[in-house]
């Protein structure tokens, strides 16, 4: 077997997985909700905007934190965001942990203690 026969056996794999099934229904979900999708992307954006901050090595206010969990816990209250977030949570992870094998098996881990990164 060629090595992209391995890839498209783990394409496939990922295909029909019940993480990606569950995401894909989740997200149809979200988006039939105007209301919940719109809470959704608010918080999304507020996340996003933090995590740009911090990336640029800005302090963050205590009371933008404070905003994000009181967001987070509101958009956690309803069930299709709720629902969303976590098949969101856990499809990524999936795709995380199948990045992280393949930089492990070809060495990338190495490269980058070498280079500094890590």
Do not use: C, P
Request: hydrophobic share 35%; charged share 40%.
């Amino acid at each position: 077997m060629n090595i992209y026969d391995h890839i498209h056996a783990l394409a496939n794999a990922l295909k029909n997985s019940d993480e990606l099934k569950e995401f894909k229904e989740a997200k149809e979900k979200l988006e039939a909700d105007k209301e919940a999708k719109e809470m959704f992307l608010d918080f999304r954006k507020y996340q996003f905007e933090l995590q740009k901050d911090q990336l640029e090595g800005k302090q963050i206010e205590k009371e933008r934190g404070e905003r994000l969990r009181a967001m987070y816990e509101a958009v956690s209250l309803n069930n299709t965001v709720r629902e969303y977030l976590i098949a969101e949570t856990r499809f990524g992870k999936i795709m995380s942990d199948v990045s992280k094998i393949l930089g492990e098996a070809v060495g990338l881990d190495e490269l980058e203690e070498m280079n500094g990164s890590s």
